[in-house]
């Protein structure tokens, strides 16, 4: 059953009436006051809600929703309360100069709420008659709030303000990025806006450094993995490639490795669309394609910097793996990402990318292939005596959610001479892999399906991402 309370405005001044007490008593969410009655979402029947008759002196309309569905709309009754008075308050003072301070208020209470659940994305959404906020907490979205569609404008005009771009803009994309200080801490926030039907999409992320300052040893790859990623990272020259879908922990784990790289011996040079953090030390080359700063013109000149490491945010083309295999075979060491579902299947796409066989075998060290897989929460992890597996029904720590926190998972394949020869000599990629598991080699889904087994996630997260 999905949660339809979603799909409502919420008429949050309800709750002062009903008081929050109530409402977790009898599990129910009032959401509208009509002329004729009130629209309420519950678990309970509308027969068990009487008392709420008295309150509003009027008949009830119930929604029926699932228990965990209100329980998880309750849980942030007074946060989402103080985001209503502010959206109200924004839309009264629309054309009086106090309504920048409302707006200002409302982002920043959403930002501390959104820094605080470590979540990594705020979305605004221009609907038909909304606009709906959501937030990105391990990997997942979750709607935090919607209210009147009018409220977007002002939204949109303060972000942009924020990002110093071109607040009257709204029929092109647009990026940007600005810093907010939220508590004794100052955060990076990336905008990325775009047009849409109804208007536009606006989303923030959110870049903590202190996620991304750790070394390789401290992001939760298992010893054995950690051991060859330790071994090939520290070569001279090569090529090192990270590979996943968008929000598989890519970035965490590359700055990971130029951290435990990063002395004063060593030149590093990243290229990178966009640079997310900043890294001392580091010599970061921000992409620009509308000054043509693009992929191809920088790695062109970038070997006269004279690197001793290179890191290529992504290899998206022949020309740029051109560049990344000539790179590695001068003496330099290479660390890029490319999309791909399996280390092994990377081998393919490179071929596909019109890389020469005997030229792979020669500079490719290391696949790395991970994914993030959501953890089961400890606070309310049982285990299901008929199916003998884990599952769990959601309490407030987990907003309900059932997860909490994610696990890396991955894949790793080092190049040995052996392997080597096989690819040089243009050997399928079946006999690989036969080779490979006869070796050692265990998949991501292995993996996965080892943390199924200890309780750690469930089947259903699995599937979902492996």
């Known amino acids: 059953m999905t949660n339809k309370i979603l799909d409502y405005n919420i008429d949050y001044s309800l709750v002062e009436i009903a008081t929050q007490e109530a409402l977790n008593k009898y ?6 006051n009509d002329e004729l009655s009130v629209l309420v979402a519950s678990s309970f029947p509308v027969e068990e809600l009487h008392y709420f008759v008295d309150i509003f002196q009027k008949p009830l309309k119930c929604l029926y929703v699932e228990e965990k569905y209100i329980k998880a709309e309750l849980q942030y009754i007074e946060l989402k309360q103080k985001l209503f008075i502010l959206a109200q308050s924004s839309l009264q003072n629309i054309h009086k100069d106090s309504v920048n301070s409302y707006i200002i208020n409302f982002i920043d209470l959403l930002f501390s709420f959104s820094i605080e659940k470590n979540a990594s994305d705020i979305h605004f959404e221009a609907l038909n008659n909304s606009v709906v906020i959501r937030i990105r907490i391990d990997g997942e979205l979750q709607q935090l ?20 771009l071109d607040i009257s803009q709204r029929r092109i994309p647009l990026n940007g990025r600005f810093t907010r200080k939220i508590g004794e801490k100052e955060y990076d926030l990336r905008i990325s806006t775009m047009p849409t ?8 992320r959110i870049l903590d450094n202190g996620n991304i300052q750790k070394d390789i040893e401290n992001i939760g790859f298992d010893i054995d993995t950690l051991k060859t990623i330790q071994r090939n990272i520290h070569l001279n020259q090569g090529l090192i490639l990270v590979t996943g879908p968008t929000g598989s922990g890519k970035t965490t784990s590359l700055y990971s490795m130029i951290n435990s790289l990063n002395t004063k011996n060593k030149k590093i040079i990243t290229i990178e669309d966009p640079v997310e953090y900043k890294l001392d030390g580091v010599m970061q080359v921000n992409l620009n394609n509308e000054i043509n700063l693009d992929y191809q013109t920088v790695l062109k000149n970038i070997l006269r910097q004279d690197p001793d490491i290179l890191l290529i945010g992504e290899i998206r083309d022949t020309e740029s793996l051109q560049i990344a295999i000539q790179a ?33 075998a020669t500079t490719l060290k290391m696949i790395l292939s991970q994914r993030l897989l959501r953890v089961l929460c400890s606070d309310c992890k049982i285990k299901d005596i008929d199916t003998n597996k884990y599952k769990s029904n959601g309490c407030q720590k987990c907003n309900y959610t059932g ?8 894949e790793v394949l080092s190049i040995d001479s052996d392997l080597s020869k096989m690819i040089a000599n243009n050997r399928n990629i079946y006999e690989i892999e036969e080779y490979c598991k006869q070796n050692g080699y265990v998949t991501l889904k292995e993996n996965a399906l080892k943390l199924v087994e200890n309780g750690i996630t469930t089947i259903e997260e699995f599937y979902s991402k492996v």
């Open 27 to 32: 599990n129910m969410l009032p959401i509208r």
């Open 145 to 164: 709030f919607r209210f009147d569609d009018k409220l977007f404008a002002l939204i949109s005009s303060i972000i942009k303000y924020f990002g110093n």
């Open 197 to 204: 039907v109804y208007g536009e999409s606006i989303v923030l």
């Open 328 to 360: 590695s075979l001068t003496g330099h060491l290479v660390i890029a990402t490319l999309h791909t579902n399996n280390a092994i299947e990377t081998l393919t796409r490179l071929f596909d990318l019109q890389a020469q066989s005997y030229l792979v």
């Open 403 to 410: 997860y909490n926190n994610r696990q890396i998972i991955s």
